[in-house]
Protein backbone atom coordinates (compact mmCIF):
# COMPACT_ATOMS: atom_id res chain seq x y z
CA UNK A 1 0.00 0.00 0.00
CA UNK A 2 3.07 2.33 -0.40
CA UNK A 3 1.92 3.34 -4.11
CA UNK A 4 -0.43 5.74 -4.82
CA UNK A 5 -2.46 3.91 -7.34
CA UNK A 6 -3.01 0.93 -5.45
CA UNK A 7 -4.03 3.03 -2.25
CA UNK A 8 -6.31 4.92 -4.25
CA UNK A 9 -7.87 1.49 -5.71
CA UNK A 10 -8.11 -0.13 -2.32
CA UNK A 11 -9.54 3.14 -0.57
CA UNK A 12 -12.15 3.02 -3.57
CA UNK A 13 -13.44 -0.30 -2.76
CA UNK A 14 -12.16 -1.14 0.58
CA UNK A 15 -12.01 0.12 4.59
CA UNK A 16 -8.49 -1.71 5.36
CA UNK A 17 -7.12 -2.21 8.74
CA UNK A 18 -3.89 -3.65 9.98
CA UNK A 19 -3.78 -5.50 13.08
CA UNK A 20 -0.23 -7.00 15.21
CA UNK A 21 -1.31 -10.49 16.42
CA UNK A 22 0.59 -9.99 19.41
CA UNK A 23 -0.58 -6.48 20.46
CA UNK A 24 -2.79 -5.69 23.26
CA UNK A 25 -4.80 -2.67 21.37
CA UNK A 26 -8.52 -2.77 21.89
CA UNK A 27 -10.92 -2.43 19.17
CA UNK A 28 -14.62 -3.78 18.18
CA UNK A 29 -15.06 -7.34 16.28
CA UNK A 30 -17.52 -7.63 13.29
CA UNK A 31 -19.72 -8.58 16.00
CA UNK A 32 -19.75 -5.32 18.10
CA UNK A 33 -17.40 -7.01 20.50
CA UNK A 34 -14.54 -5.68 22.54
CA UNK A 35 -11.86 -7.18 21.42
CA UNK A 36 -7.51 -6.86 21.28
CA UNK A 37 -5.59 -7.50 18.50
CA UNK A 38 -4.28 -10.28 19.56
CA UNK A 39 -7.28 -12.32 20.73
CA UNK A 40 -9.04 -11.17 17.17
CA UNK A 41 -6.04 -12.70 15.18
CA UNK A 42 -6.60 -16.19 17.71
CA UNK A 43 -10.21 -16.21 17.26
CA UNK A 44 -9.42 -16.02 13.47
CA UNK A 45 -6.88 -18.37 13.26
CA UNK A 46 -4.25 -16.15 12.03
CA UNK A 47 -0.89 -18.16 12.84
CA UNK A 48 1.27 -15.85 11.19
CA UNK A 49 1.70 -12.50 9.06
CA UNK A 50 1.53 -11.76 6.06
CA UNK A 51 -2.41 -12.98 6.18
CA UNK A 52 -4.45 -10.63 4.12
CA UNK A 53 -8.21 -11.10 5.09
CA UNK A 54 -11.09 -9.92 3.59
CA UNK A 55 -15.04 -9.58 4.57
CA UNK A 56 -18.24 -9.08 3.10
CA UNK A 57 -20.50 -6.39 4.73
CA UNK A 58 -21.90 -8.79 7.75
CA UNK A 59 -18.44 -9.46 8.20
CA UNK A 60 -18.04 -13.02 7.08
CA UNK A 61 -14.56 -13.99 6.35
CA UNK A 62 -14.46 -13.90 1.92
CA UNK A 63 -11.00 -14.24 0.90
CA UNK A 64 -7.97 -15.18 2.86
CA UNK A 65 -4.56 -15.14 1.58
CA UNK A 66 -1.70 -16.54 3.60
CA UNK A 67 1.63 -15.64 1.86
CA UNK A 68 3.39 -12.32 1.05
CA UNK A 69 2.25 -10.43 -2.08
CA UNK A 70 5.03 -10.66 -4.89
CA UNK A 71 4.63 -7.32 -6.59
CA UNK A 72 2.17 -4.69 -6.98
CA UNK A 73 0.52 -5.88 -9.83
CA UNK A 74 -0.33 -9.02 -7.55
CA UNK A 75 -1.74 -6.80 -4.65
CA UNK A 76 -3.98 -4.53 -7.53
CA UNK A 77 -5.07 -8.35 -8.80
CA UNK A 78 -5.91 -9.47 -5.33
CA UNK A 79 -7.93 -6.60 -5.24
CA UNK A 80 -9.46 -7.31 -8.42
CA UNK A 81 -10.81 -10.98 -7.74
CA UNK A 82 -12.27 -10.13 -4.55
CA UNK A 83 -13.81 -6.63 -5.99
CA UNK A 84 -15.22 -8.55 -9.25
CA UNK A 85 -16.30 -11.13 -6.95
CA UNK A 86 -14.37 -13.63 -8.82
CA UNK A 87 -13.52 -15.41 -5.49
CA UNK A 88 -17.07 -17.28 -5.60
CA UNK A 89 -16.04 -19.09 -8.53
CA UNK A 90 -12.35 -19.56 -8.50
CA UNK A 91 -8.97 -19.51 -6.16
CA UNK A 92 -6.68 -17.06 -6.29
CA UNK A 93 -4.45 -18.70 -7.98
CA UNK A 94 -6.08 -19.55 -11.01
CA UNK A 95 -7.39 -15.78 -11.47
CA UNK A 96 -4.01 -14.99 -11.54
CA UNK A 97 -3.78 -17.80 -14.08
CA UNK A 98 -6.06 -16.38 -15.94
CA UNK A 99 -5.22 -12.91 -15.97
CA UNK A 100 -1.41 -14.00 -17.03
CA UNK A 101 -2.32 -15.96 -19.83
CA UNK A 102 -4.93 -12.95 -21.32
CA UNK A 103 -1.89 -10.37 -21.01
CA UNK A 104 0.20 -12.62 -22.93
CA UNK A 105 -2.38 -13.43 -25.19
Known amino acids: LNRRDVQD?????????????????PFEDFA????????????S????TPTLMFYDLEGREIVRLTRAIRD?????MLGEFVASGAYRTRKF???????KQRKGS
Request: glycine fraction near 8%; charge should be positive.
Open 32 to 43: GRAVTEKTFAQA
Open 45 to 48: GIMG
Open 93 to 99: AEFLRQH
Open 9 to 25: FYHQRFISFSINIYGAA
Open 72 to 76: PNEFM
